[in-house]
Nanobody
């Protein structure tokens, strides 16, 4: 199983980035996908997640209205569109997959089975 996250970079506050996560090696339609981030010196935290068919999403309160998660099951890919970026969004962003019947769509990240290596997002003020 592989999850390959990409799309990170350096952007000024107020800017946008689009992260992608390409998944291989598992039945993509059966897995919920989440984006989790870890800032320096802080614990990992769930940012957004999407159900296996894409019909249900969840967002951390601080990103609601700015971030949008979506998935293309034909391409085994999940996206995170990030607009209105703030310096506090600076972190390494990981995508993770968990079996849809187990993963709660919320802030809990313990039930994800597979993780990608992460992509760095840096927002300058």
């Amino acid at each position: 199983v592989q999850l390959q996250a990409s799309g990170g970079g350096l952007v000024q506050a107020g800017g946008s980035l689009r992260l992608s996560c390409v998944v291989s090696g598992l039945p993509f339609d059966d897995y919920a996908i989440g984006w989790i981030r870890q800032a320096p010196g802080k614990e990992r935290e769930g940012v957004a997640c999407v159900s296996n068919r894409g019909g249900t999403t969840w967002y951390k309160d601080s990103v609601k209205g700015r971030f949008t998660i979506s998935r293309d099951n034909a391409a085994n890919t999940v996206y995170l569109q990030m607009n209105g970026l703030k310096p506090e969004d600076t972190a390494v962003y990981y995508c993770a997959a968990g079996w849809a019947l187990v993963v709660p769509l919320g802030p809990d990240i313990e039930e994800y089975d597979y993780w990608g290596k992460g992509t760095q997002v840096t927002v300058s003020s």
